[in-house]
Nanobody
Framework: QVQLVESGGGLVQPGGSLRLSCAASGIIPRFNHMGWYRQAPGKERELVAR???????DYGDSVKGRFTVSRDNAKNTLYLQMNSLKPEDTAAYYC?????????WGQGTQVTVSS
């Protein structure tokens, strides 16, 4: 069984930065890709950023140029560096890992951008 545990969320002022981490543990299969999704109250969950085993990345339009996704395969850890944060980035951020067996999700970490 795979567990994904996010950390690094919190309250930050507009223009600030946060770094999220997602650590995978348990019996870990080979992940095709790992990524971050977010969901704000009253809105659907949306892709923030995703990275493949080859290091190819994909970003949601609203975060391009501000967020950077990376992964450390040796540590089974995914990261999201978030810069120039805006109030509209406020949401619960979820880690996702995809394998041929299943899709895995973390419990989420809250990011609030407010002055």
């Amino acid at each position: 069984q795979v567990q994904l545990v996010e950390s690094g969320g919190g309250l930050v002022q507009p223009g600030g930065s946060l770094r999220l981490s997602c650590a995978a543990s348990g019996i870990i299969p080979r992940f095709n890709h790992m990524g971050w999704y977010r969901q704000a109250p009253g809105k659907e969950r949306e892709l923030v950023a995703r990275i493949t085993n080859d290091g190819n990345t994909d970003y949601g339009d609203s975060v391009k140029g501000r967020f950077t996704v990376s992964r450390d395969n040796a540590k089974n850890t995914l990261y999201l560096q978030m810069n120039s944060l805006k109030p509209e980035d406020t949401a619960a951020y979820y880690c996702n890992a995809n394998s041929v067996l299943s899709d895995y999700w973390g419990q989420g970490t809250q990011v609030t951008v407010s002055s």
